[in-house]
Structures are given as structure tokens and as C-alpha cells.
């Protein structure tokens, strides 16, 4: 079992793979600032910090029930 504590890099792919999304749209969503930054680790290679991406995907749902609970509230 990984530590939860210690950073964890992923690849695009990996990224696309939690996020349900495609490579298109996280680089979309990147370039207008709505999903985390990229670490360079090497030539023409990036990765992202695992922990990032999960809280990105964790405020995605959290969105989604502030506007449900809006919703029902109304």
C-alpha cells in the first residue's frame, strides 16, 4: 500500500484514466486554469501530483452537491 503522505506523480494517461476525462480536455482544461498544473520530469515529459487530481475530482462533487442542495432547496 502506498503512503498516502509522500507525493505521487502520474502520467497524462493516469490523469485521464481517474478523471474520466480525455487528453484534449485536461490540456483544455489546464490551459484555462481549471486543472492542476503540470510537473515537468524531463524532456517533452510531464506528470501530475496524484494528490492534485484527486482533490480536483473531490471539488468536482462537491460542486455538484452545493448545487443539488441548492436545488432541493428551492
Not at 10 to 29: P, V
Amino acid at each position: 500500500m502506498p503512503n498516502i503522505d509522500i507525493p505521487t506523480l502520474i502520467s497524462l494517461n493516469d490523469a485521464c484514466e481517474l478523471t474520466s476525462l480525455s487528453r484534449t480536455a485536461i490540456n483544455r482544461y489546464r490551459a484555462e486554469g481549471r486543472f492542476p498544473q503540470p510537473v515537468p520530469v524531463g524532456f517533452r515529459r510531464i506528470a501530475f501530483v496524484r494528490s492534485e487530481v484527486i482533490g480536483w475530482i473531490a471539488g468536482r462533487i462537491a460542486e455538484r452537491d452545493a448545487k443539488a442542495v441548492k436545488r432541493d432547496a428551492a
